[in-house]
């Protein structure tokens, strides 16, 4: 209002009456300062742990009985929804999830199954956490190529899964790609 007033009559006291802030003319001038970005969601974790009725264990990293999954916080493509609450894991964290069903199912069928994927190469697309393609890795393939969106926080997990999660001598045959079939990786 003081700022039309003032274009229709310059000579218009800022002090005038109807005008005056009781903070002063000042607090008129000032404004509120924009509010920090929020921080991404935080990673979240989950576990697997292999069939129990395996005639065949897999060695993973440290002598672990259990792959610990990091799952990303948030995601363009809505992945991160592909989880749920978990309050019954063993794995230390406030914010555990479970990784969707199809991928421990598939898991324990690779680990039931090892010579479906033994001395093979596998690929997989849409990774996600990786969960098939580490277990593909741990029952013998030759040779695993995990892919997924170029994201870079989910490349990141991705390869974090696979460092933590297998041993050294598997490590070697794992490759973490971001995109297929231009060259680039």
């Known amino acids: ?10 000579s218009a006291s800022l002090t005038s009456s109807r ?14 300062q924009e509010p920090e970005s929020p921080l991404p969601p935080p990673y979240s974790f989950s ?13 993973l990293r440290d002598e672990r009985v259990q792959l610990i999954l990091r799952l990303v916080g948030d995601h363009p493509l809505w992945g991160h929804h592909l989880s749920v609450p978990n309050f019954h894991s063993g794995f230390r964290t406030d914010r555990v999830l479970t990784s969707w069903n199809t991928a421990r199912t598939l898991s324990d069928y690779l680990l039931r199954h090892p ?16 969960l098939p393609s580490l277990v593909s890795a741990l029952a013998g393939a030759k040779g695993v190529v995990i892919t997924d969106y170029p994201d870079e926080e989910l490349v990141k997990t991705i390869r974090w899964n ?12 794992v490759d973490v790609k971001v995109s297929w079939g231009n060259g680039k990786g």
């Open 47 to 59: 576990t697997y742990s292999p069939p129990r009725d395996l005639v065949y264990r897999p060695s």
């Open 19 to 32: 005008s005056v802030s009781p903070l002063g003319t000042k607090a008129l001038l000032t404004f509120p």
């Open 115 to 130: 010579s479906s994927v033994k001395g093979r190469c596998v690929l997989e697309l849409g990774a996600g956490a990786g």
């Open 1 to 10: 209002m003081m700022a039309i007033q003032k274009r229709m009559n310059p």
């Open 162 to 173: 696979v460092e933590t999660n297998l041993p050294e001598e598997v490590l070697r045959r």
